[in-house]
């Protein structure tokens, strides 16, 4: 079992930035992949970015390359999506989300965080 707590959301003005954590206990943290997904009010759940437990492969989807950037410390057991050149199309609730095996699909992961909300305002 993996507990995983998001901080770190809130409101911003586009253009400028936040840093999202994601705090895991449980069962040992560096074994599993990592993903950030976003799901705004009336969509559906969205794939943000992916790690993999040692770092060596990393996703982003299209919207957001160049301008996020997922990292993890296995020390401390935590995952980190660095968010610059927020615009109102990123408000959404950003979860984090632990899985066996690197993957893109969200059916993969079996452990979630309850969410941190991130605000863009234009």
């Known amino acids: 079992q993996v507990q995983l707590v998001e901080s770190g959301g809130g409101l911003v003005q586009a253009g400028g930035s936040l840093r999202l954590s994601c705090a895991a206990s449980?069962?040992?943290?560096?074994?599993?992949?990592m993903g950030w997904f976003r799901q705004a009010p009336g969509k559906e759940r969205e794939r943000v970015a992916a790690i993999s437990w040692e770092g060596s492969m990393i996703f982003y989807t299209d919207s957001v390359k160049g301008r996020f950037t997922i990292s993890r410390d296995n020390a401390k057991n935590t995952v980190y999506l660095q968010m610059n050149s927020l615009q109102p199309e990123d408000t959404a609730t950003y979860y984090c989300?632990?899985?066996?095996?690197?993957?893109?699909?969200?059916?993969?992961?079996?452990?979630w965080g309850q969410g941190t909300q991130v605000t863009v305002s234009s």
């Open positions: 989300a632990a899985a066996d095996k690197f993957s893109l699909r969200s059916a993969a992961y079996d452990y």
């Open positions: 449980g069962r040992t943290f560096s074994s599993y992949s």
